[in-house]
């Protein structure tokens, strides 16, 4: 009897235990529950499309009444300064790629290190820049106010570190809700990432076109806004010179959003040509702007992010990039020389009515950013 009330005891501490165990975990799945749903109400409640043809001249900040003019030799750049974050150790989260003997490999990081990092590449992306002295620059993932980048102003660095001589504005290429990817270091909410264009000359008038973007479900949550932006300047012969900044997605299987993105740009340009402006169209394609020049060397696979680019498809335009020398390097691992993918991706679509008379990368090792500045000389006839 003494043996049975033993036995009857352990049970009910048993069942006790088991219970209070059992109520932890459900409390735990509730939560848990809870947390990811109103996560997920977060990011679709504060979800929104930036709208195309979005007039943004009143955000120019013109220093100069200079005016471009025909027949004047003028100089350009174009870099991608990477928000910041990547010195040569950095790795992107977002970027896969695979070794030779068919290892793979994918980045670490959602945003810069620390903020003293990205504060060093931004001023460092600026002295790469300024000390080339040139008429005009076009920069891509260009941080205002993001976690991703600490929340460095870098627009405000490049304004003041080129100084009083540039004119300049601002496009919003994307914003996004706090972002919890990648687990290890989420990339936070980014308020203002864009595009910008300095000049030495007074711009007319500025504009923000959308590209088209994945709006399917639930990829539409996830597919970050992408545009190009145009600015005008009014010519003596009735015409214009029309400078655009493009930056095109990256992380797209299968290639589908960068060609309806491509198509959109196809028209524009044409539509442009067709009036017998002076057109411009550079940054950062994530096409190879070089396919029948020698590949790079290299201990990985080409990543699948990288199209050849077309050049027939631009009808009345050439593509300008320079072939010696790479612009981009692939992020799914720290970048060490003779290692990593690099490509040239950077460059310039330029419009038969203008002459092109050098074009150069520069050799800047990707100290400050994934990308190498590209340059271009060229004349409006």
Partial sequence: MAKEKIKFKDWSKRRKIIFFISLGLLSLLTLFIITVGSYVIYVMATFYRIEDNLDISKDIHNKSEERVQLDEEYSISTYNIGFGAYTKEYSFFLDEGEMLDGTKTVGKYGKAVSKEIASKNTYGAASDVKDLNLDFLIFQEMDIDSDRCHHINQYEI????????????????????????????????????????????????????????????????????????????????????????????????????????????????????????????????????????????????????????????????????????????????????????????????????????????????????????????????
């Avoid at 309806?260 to 702007?289: C, P, S, T, W």
């Avoid at 990985?300 to 009345?316: I, L, R, Y």
């Avoid at 150069?360 to 950013?369: T, W």
């Fill in 158 to 381: 490049f304004q003041k570190e080129l100084g009083d001589e540039y004119s300049s504005v601002f496009c919003t290429n994307f914003h996004s809700a706090f972002l919890i990817l990648p687990f290890n270091d989420p990339t936070g909410k980014t308020s203002n990432s864009g595009l910008s264009t300095f000049s030495k000359f007074k711009m007319d008038s500025a504009m923000r076109r959308s590209y088209p973007v994945d709006d399917t479900f639930p990829n539409r949550y996830f597919d970050l806004d992408r545009c190009f932006s145009v600015t005008r300047y009014a010519l003596d012969n009735g015409k214009e010179f029309v400078l655009c900044c493009s930056h095109m997605s990256a992380f797209d299987e299968g290639g589908l959003v960068r060609n309806k993105q491509m198509k959109m740009l196809q028209e524009f340009a044409k539509g442009e040509r067709d009036k017998g402006n002076y057109v411009i169209i550079g940054g950062d394609f994530n096409h190879n702007l070089c396919p029948d020049a020698p590949t790079f060397p290299s201990q990985q696979k080409c990543p699948g992010w990288v199209g050849n680019f077309d050049a027939k498809d631009f009808v009345g335009y050439t593509v300008e990039a320079d072939p010696s020398y790479p612009t981009c390097r692939s992020t799914d691992i720290p970048y060490e020389e003779g290692v990593n993918y690099i490509v040239t991706i950077d460059g310039f679509l330029v419009s038969d009515n203008i002459e092109v008379t050098e074009v150069k990368n520069v050799h800047s090792d990707f100290i400050h950013s994934d990308h190498n500045p590209a340059t271009m000389k060229f004349i409006l006839h």
